[in-house]
């Protein structure tokens, strides 16, 4: 009895509420949800996050430096620059991810030349890619910056682009990137 009472009124306030208050409780239902399903759980990580950040920073502070104002001896710095690229012999697994992007980025290579150049003197090498490939323009500009993104001792050097007529989606581009590769062992 009492439930039945129970019931009655709440579809009578339902009723007196109309479509904008309908809403508005729905909304504040799906947030209440929400903030339990995916914000409390989250909080957590989040409080640990924060832990490592404050660990990392009191560790910054009490490194010891090996120069004042964090600077490095000259032939440190260069090992640390040199250690960065890619050793020489790492070039086909470059190139399969440069095939493995294209493919993620739905742009079509047709074809690529590859030529590595060795500078006297120098202990990078220079792998120049050239890559003739065919896509829209939103795939073709996502392709290099996926590309530069998956292979960071890479450089854009050069890009063509053409199209057949000015109603074709489709435009064939000609990209040519340098690969740098450290000579030295790691």
Do not use: C, H
């Not at 640390?80 to 079509?108: G, H, M, N, T």
């Not at 530069?148 to 001792?153: E, F, I, Q, T």
């Amino acid at each position: 009895m009492i439930l039945n009472k129970m019931l009655l009124r709440a579809r009578w306030q339902m009723l007196r509420l109309g479509t904008a208050g309908k809403i508005g409780i729905g909304l504040f239902v799906f947030s209440a949800v929400f903030f339990l399903a995916a914000v409390l759980p989250r909080r957590e990580e989040s409080n640990e996050l924060m832990d490592k950040a404050k660990v990392m920073q009191v560790r910054l502070r009490t490194a010891p430096v090996s120069a004042p104002g964090g600077k490095m001896e000259g032939d440190q710095a260069l090992q640390i620059f040199y250690a960065f690229f890619p050793r020489i012999d790492s070039s086909p697994l470059w190139i399969k991810e440069l095939v493995q992007v294209a493919e993620q980025s739905e742009v079509q290579i047709s074809g690529s030349e590859y030529r590595m150049v060795r500078e006297k003197d120098w202990k990078l090498a220079r792998y120049e890619i050239v890559l003739p490939v065919r896509g829209k323009y939103p795939q073709l500009r996502a392709f290099i910056a996926d590309a530069l993104r998956a292979v960071p001792a890479m450089a854009l050097v050069d890009v063509a682009i053409k199209r057949e007529n000015v109603e074709s989606e489709l435009l064939e581009a000609r990209l040519r990137f340098n690969l740098y590769l450290s000579e030295g062992k790691k």
